[in-house]
């Protein structure tokens, strides 16, 4: 590891300073092990990152801070940032490749696939499944529509014959699911969706009951996908 020269000047001074030691390289060396707990070190990656500096000319370090710039996803901050940096940069330099943006993509593409350390990324936004390509999902609306989820097995068959299938409901009563913001969404989402003023005030009026018998947003949002399902399929 490294000292950081600006953030140590002082105390190293008032070392010298204080024992009234000639500097040199035997000084300096007894020096840091005297005062390693006062003194702030490097990371072996910002060591790292000072190697890999050295052997940058000016108007390529200019390339890097550029297209790192412009980088989203992968981390650019900390000992992350420099992993990252000193990885993709020497990819290329122990090549011998020309310093370009396009040198540095191919670099990333390289040692993200074929390097044995990784890269290091920030997490990338979550997907809402229920709504697909601006549109309803309507897998997930049937798969989680609580009137077929929820439907109850009857004991007995309409013709009278006892249904074998059905179990006594002996469990503990099941704790009410969190609220799905994304149903709130797929609601508001079914009420653009209509074309002439009867659709949408038959839309308005399955919402306004909903909201008046308090259903959930689930419930809401299935019946609506329903309603607009049913119209789509009959065009």
Known sequence: ???????????????????????????????????????????????????????????????????????????TDGDAGFRNINQIVSWFLNRRYAVTESGLDMALTNVQNNSSRKLFWHEGPKHDRAIWNGKLNHALIEKDDPSMRDAPVQEFHANGRRNHAFKANTDKPRKPEPKVDSWKEIADLCMRRWTTHGQKATLEAEYDRGIATGKSWREIGASLGQIVRGRECGR
Do not use: T
């Not at 590891?1 to 007894?30: D, Q, R, T």
């Not at 840091?32 to 070190?41: G, I, Q, S």
């Open 1 to 75: 590891m490294g000292i950081l020269p600006k953030a140590n000047a002082l105390v190293l001074n008032e070392y010298f300073n204080n024992h009234n030691v000639p500097m040199s390289v035997p000084s300096m060396v007894a020096a840091a092990y005297a005062l390693k707990d006062k003194l702030d070190w490097k990371s072996p990656a910002q060591v790292e990152f000072s190697e890999v500096l050295a052997r940058l000319e000016p108007a390529q370090c200019l390339v890097v801070n550029s297209w790192y710039e412009k980088q989203n996803r992968l981390k």
